[in-house]
Each structure stands twice: as structure tokens, then as C-alpha cells.
């Protein structure tokens, strides 16, 4: 049974697993905060898409003998169309925006030229398996270096861009992703690599103001839709009201010269001197101007940090995105390290149990996780509604990058996870 | 919209019904005067793999005595729904019997003991997928 508002992403889910005629009964969209008399209603109702009584039907699907279709084996070739397209290039732009190949800009059209001219700056062959991706619980599609060269050419990088762009890619991880949530994604990119391509980890850091910056996560955004079959709306990419940070992702070079900590890479075991992109999931960035403490003359940035981090979900972790004024401050007042901030966070910005129990995440993913007894959710649990927990299941949930043009002491937050640090030197 | 269509406009999955792939759709003719000036564009998407067909587990004769699992993914609401379900059999169709379960794990993780709990004790299962 499925609720109304995922009908062809059910139809189409059970097609790509094998199933194309699944019997599948809706019933009206949504179950959720409605009374007894209201569900009550709803099943002795009429399934919403076929008209017929929802109740007949679901007898009706469990009983009713297998017609042929429906005991069919073997294996089923997807057909994605031709190798290359010919026509003008007007047509040629309308036809990849109208097939769903575009993130509804202009791109710079993937001819052999510009895709020969991406390759060369990778010794890796063109033919050779960069990776797989999925944009969500769907048989991951599979691609090539030169696959990943047609959509860096797309998204309008430059060649020595591709490096980064074939890291990203062969982490399998889409910057779409199928759920009702319209997630966030941002990736940190440290190394010598930044000053090499020119990156902008100054003034305007997370703005439209540089090129690598720019393409590199549009990039991620056009090879999550093309080479791994996200962001079709109600089939592959269901939020509910989109995220505009999709369009190209937020693209974080880290001003590694002006902060007074260890660059992100190395805390995740990267040399200085080694270039890395760490990819981050999540549901947003907002600004940290007017949290708790930022008129006091001595600035406490860890409040700062703490209060603006209380009204997110615990769901995903907490990105500090600290200008290198900030970062510098909070070195002066005793945080030697990003570690020693982290623990204070940690310790220092909690819930009620009550609060927790409430949230809809809480109750979809982690309860089911306390039932198998994993921790801390098994714990939390068991505890009283008043007791305080901490906003994060663990001190690793938070980290801390520095970013900025020192123009002011401001910082963003990411409701945000670490999900994965890739080598960009092994692509180069 | 039927799942044939349906499935035609993605471009992706009509020959899981047809049992047989399809050609997508070509780029449109272009003017006469454009057409010197004609560009070779590359195909920017990736390899899906071929679908494997399951075929669908054997229905039942009649529902007459038998154990129906009804299980809620997680998702907020779907247990009450499912109550609801649960309601209408006994009122109904008394003597099937209903028995709840939340599977455990995240909405998509496979809960392998409770599917070993319906091989061994149900005879069909229903499940709730929704908000």
C-alpha cells in the first residue's frame, strides 16, 4: 500500500527491481496526523488512483491468480538513447533541457573536441569504470572517465576542473537524492589544488564569484541526473519543495592559510601537501548573524554556534563554516584545536529527551534503530522525557571549516553530515 | 496516466512492460537553413543495468483462515493506518487474522527476521509505504 503522492515513484521503483505490475493499492495522501475516523474513512474509501473500493482491491491483489506478465523472468536492457546527438545548436540545447539532461540553464554543449580536451587532464582512460550512483534505494547506474567528461564539459569547467569533478564522481554519491526531504549538499576541497585552480576561499567564499567554484558542484548536480539517474521529479527526486543549493552545491575551499587550525583534510588523514574533497549531506546552510551573544563586545563564537545549532534537527551534523576572524578569535580565547570546539558543542548544546522523541526524524529512523538496539538511541529511549541528551549522537557528528574574506567575524552552519574525503590527486 | 505511458515519458523503463528496449526520443528535425551548421553532441548519461524480472510470489485461494502481516516502515502514521486495516478485517473477513509489526531497521533497510516470521507463521503480508 502507498500513499497517493508517491504513485509513479512506487510503479516506477517496483519496474527498475523487477517488477513492473506490482499490485499496488493507494490510499489518499497523507496517513500522517490523521485521526482514527479520518484513516477509517480512508479504508473503507475508494482506492484514489484505479476509483474502486480500496478494501476489494487489496483482497483482490492477494488473491487473484498470476497473469503471465506477472510470473516473467529474464533480464531487461534500458535503453538511455544513442551515443551522440546531431543538430543545430539551438535545437541541440532545447532537446537536452527538454530530456531532462540539464539543470534548466544553458550548458556548454559535450562535443568530441571540448570531451578529448577534459580528458587530457586525467591519465586515467576514458573507457575505464570511474564508478556507480544511485539517487536513491534504485539499482545504481554505472559510468566512464569520459561519461563524467561529457558532464564536466556541461556544467562549464575547465579541464584542469576535472580531477575534482572525477573524485566527486567516484564516490557514488548524487547531489540528488530521492526523499521527500529536499537535502543539501557541499563539499570542502583542500590541498594546493585551490590556489592551483584559482579557487575563492576569500571574500564572498560560498558566492557566485569564481569559476572552479562555480562548476565544479554544478558538475555534481548534472552527473547526479545523467550518470546516476536523479532528479526526476516523482520518480527519482521526491522533496517536497526542492533546495536551491542543488543548483551547484555549496563549494567550500577552506582559507587553509588565514585559519589557525589543521586544514579538514588532515583531520581525516590527508598530508598538507595532498589535495582531498570532503563531501557533506544535509538540509541546509544558514547564516549565524544575530545568534545569541554576537552584540556582546567579547563574542562568545561557541554560543553562537550552539544556539543557532539548537533549532536544527540532530538528524544530520553540525558544519561550522567559520570566517578566519572567527576561527582566530576563538584560538586566542583557549580553542587551540577544532577538536576542542567540537567537545565543547557537543557537550554544551542539548535537547529533552521529550524534544527528541517528537521529531519526525526521530521517530522514523532512530526509534526503529533503538528497537535493534543500537546506541545511543536504545538508551534514549529508555530515558525519563525530562532527561537532557545531547543534540548529536556522537562528537563526530560536528565538524568545523574555515572559510572567508575576514570583512567581519560571521560564520554559517550546516545542518550538514561528513560522509566521505576522496583523493583528488589519484585522478589527476 | 497509464504505467505504459508513464513509463514512455521517462524515457527509461517501457520495455520492463514491453519485454523489449526502446529507442528514446530523437532530437527534432531542425530548419533547412540550419542545417549547415549541424553540431555532434555526446550522449551525457551513464550505463543503467539490465532489470532482472522476479516474478511475483503465488497468490493465495482465499484469505478464508489465513495470517496477514500488515507492516509499517516507520514512516509517521502508517501504523494507525494500518490499525484501521487491521479494524476492517475483523469486522469484516473475521476469521483472518492480522498481525502488526514495525520493521526495524531505517525505511529501507531489509529486516531479514521479520521476513523469516512471515515465511514461518503468515501467509501473505501487506506493507505501508507513505507519509
Redesign the interface.
Known sequence: ???K??K?L???NA?????????ITF?P??????T?DE??A???GNDPVSGKPM?ME??DA?????SED???????????????????????Q???LN???TDFLPII????ET?DAMLKSTSHKPDEVCGK?AAG?Y?????TVK?VA??AV?AGCRPEYFPVVLAIASSGTPSLFSS?NSFAYAAVINGPIRDKLNMNYGIGALGPFAQPNATIGRAWT?LSK????GG?PG?TYMGSQGNNLNYNNAIIAENEAASPWTPFHVQKGFKVEENAISLFRGLGIVPGQGARGTSTDTPKHEEQFSDLFSVFTGFFGGLVIADPLVAVSLKSRGYDTKEQLIAWLYKNTTQSVKDYKSR?FA???D???A??GLEPYATWYKMPDDAMIPRWPHETDINVVVAGGQTNAFFQGGSLSYTVSISIDKWT | MNRRKMLSLLGISPALLAGAPVDAQKPKKSDAKATLNKVEALNPRGTPPPTQLVPMAPRLASLDGKTIYLIGDGFPGADHFLDQIGIWFKKNMPSVTTVYRLKAGAFADEDPNLWAEIKAKGNAAIMAIGH
Open positions: 500500500m502507498v500513499t503522492a508517491f509513479d512506487a510503479i516506477l519496474a527498475k527491481r523487477g517488477m513492473p505490475h506490482e499490485r490510499t495522501h497523507p496517513v500522517s496526523g490523521k482514527p484513516l477509517r480512508y479504508v473503507e478494501m487489496i483482497v492477494l488473491t487473484r491468480p498470476l506477472e510470473k516473467k523472468t529474464g533480464m531487461v536492457p534500458i535503453n538511455v538513447g544513442p551515443p551522440s546527438f546531431k543538430d543545430t545548436a539551438v535545437n541541440l532545447e532537446y537536452f530530456n531532462g539532461m554543449l559535450p562535443t568530441e570531451v550512483m534505494a539499482p545504481p547506474w554505472e559510468f561519461q561529457v558532464n556541461m521527500t548534472l545523467n550518470l546516476g539517474n526526476i520518480d519526525d521517530y522514523g529512523f526509534y526503529p534503530r528497537l535493534k
